[in-house]
């Protein structure tokens, strides 16, 4: 039997994942998304043509990769048929690639107007979601309440929840939110045109999980969001609402912890975040701007720019401590490449006093001051560079001290968009 592989986000998100995944797709022949729903964006750039998927996991354009949702998922029905179409239409053949878990909770009308009625309702203190009904689906879940895959195919019972589901919110968003009720027959409507899509794709994961893992093929189980956004350990109540670090892997995907032998953390080389929440090596200067206009910083799925800062050591170094990270990934490390000096957060100052680890409220992390390392800039382009040796010295040095803050070994540095531009010091699979 071989180990499973776990790539995990380690800040807001937007890290990059989706690339790192479709390259390591090389050695697997699984990948599992195991949380998250659709407010997930991951970008591909293969060949010079960007894809951005948002349910469908990054392996699907790799030929001979299984691609699987797994039931830590929240699944828009629409949404999936939706991307399935897109991928179809560039020649993708998605309805082979793909498989879902009978067990993924559905993310129906109701939740999304929820939570953009919450998200008014909020006003000046809105979490910043991205209004697709992720929050109020996990709700659901936790509640014992949500409709699940499985469900729409069985009509008897798919009526009788959507019936008791439908009563429940409309009376929620009519009588305390003042919105106009969702129409229980449109929805029943727009999933029975999404049925029999879904239908032929609805499998046990977990045991084709562990049937892949007993006959020795690599799997890779792709998480959405990052570790600083997770329900318990992120920055509450400014988070998502799922576990994004590695033991939600286990949770969300149906394989044991033991089953996972290496974690890759994925971080930027520096530090965004999107929505509201505590940041606190934001920039509101030119650097920040750079930063964003050079790396692009828009939401793949909102198209919301993001903030933007220098990279923090401490939120990092909680982050590989939580999900006993095996090895770093360093993406967009040539957005720095016209910086004449990168910093490095590596502690914080609150109320006076230097805090080496981050506080657990939003709060108190709120009013840190960062503790700043400055480096010099290698002013030389990183584009494409494939060995760590063949980056510039200065490019290296930086990397190095990332090593040295964090504990663990940068093992792939992404050095531009696309599959091939990627130093691979140590590949996961090995």
């Not at 449109?186 to 032929?200: K, Q, Y």
């Not at 505590?278 to 206009?293: K, N, Q």
């Not at 709060?363 to 001051?369: D, S, T």
């Not at 290698?378 to 040295?404: D, M, N, Q, Y």
């Amino acid at each position: 039997m071989t180990d499973a592989v776990a790539v995990i986000g380690m800040q807001w998100g937007d890290e990059g994942k989706g690339k790192i995944v479709d390259q390591l797709t090389d050695r697997a022949s699984v990948v599992v998304r195991f949380q998250g729903g659709h407010n997930a964006g991951h970008t591909l750039v293969i060949g010079g043509e960007r894809t951005v998927l948002h349910l469908v996991p990054s392996g699907v354009m790799r030929e001979g990769v299984q691609c699987m949702i797994g039931h830590g998922v929240v699944l828009s029905p629409t949404a999936l048929v939706d991307e399935m179409r897109m991928l179809a239409d560039r020649g993708v053949p998605v309805a082979e690639r793909v498989r879902v878990s009978d067990a993924c909770p559905l993310i129906l009308p109701y939740h999304a107007v929820l939570d953009r009625a919450r998200e008014a309702a909020r006003g000046a203190v809105a979490i910043g979601t991205t209004g697709r009904g992720i929050g109020p689906a996990y709700e659901d879940k936790a509640a014992r309440r949500a409709m699940r895959v499985g469900d729409l195919l069985d009509p008897v019972r798919l009526d009788a929840k959507l019936r008791a589901l439908d009563e429940y919110h409309n009376f929620i968003l009519t009588r305390w939110f003042g919105v106009d009720p969702v129409d229980a027959a449109e929805v029943r409507e727009a999933l029975d045109a999404a049925i029999e899509r879904i239908r032929p794709l609805v499998t046990d994961v977990p045991g084709m999980l562990h049937d892949a893992l007993d006959a020795g093929r690599g799997v890779l189980l792709e998480g959405a969001q990052g570790a600083c956004l997770d329900v318990d350990q992120g920055t509450f109540p400014f988070v998502t609402s799922s576990t994004t670090t590695a033991g939600g892997a286990a949770a969300g995907s149906g394989l044991g912890p033991r089953d996972i032998g290496y974690i890759l953390g994925v971080t930027k080389a520096y530090t965004t975040r999107v929505g509201a929440g505590p940041f606190p090596t934001e920039l509101h200067d030119e650097v920040g701007g750079c930063l964003a206009a050079r790396g692009n910083e828009f939401g793949a799925t909102t198209g919301r720019p993001r903030r933007c800062g220098w990279l923090d050591v401490v939120s990092l170094r909680r982050a590989v401590r939580i999900n006993s990270v095996s090895g770093l990934c360093v993406t967009k490390l040539d957005v720095l490449d016209d910086m004449p000096v990168v910093r490095l957060c590596t502690g914080y100052r609150l109320d006076g006093e230097r805090r080496d680890a981050p506080p657990s409220s939003a709060e108190e992390l709120g009013r840190c001051e960062p503790v700043y390392e400055d480096l010099p800039g290698w002013s030389s382009s990183t584009v494409g560079i494939r060995s760590r040796s063949g980056l510039p010295s200065r490019a290296r040095a930086f990397i190095e001290r990332i090593e040295s803050l964090v504990g663990i070994p940068v093992d792939l540095v992404s050095t531009g968009a696309g599959r091939d531009e990627t130093i691979v010091e140590h590949h996961p699979f090995d």
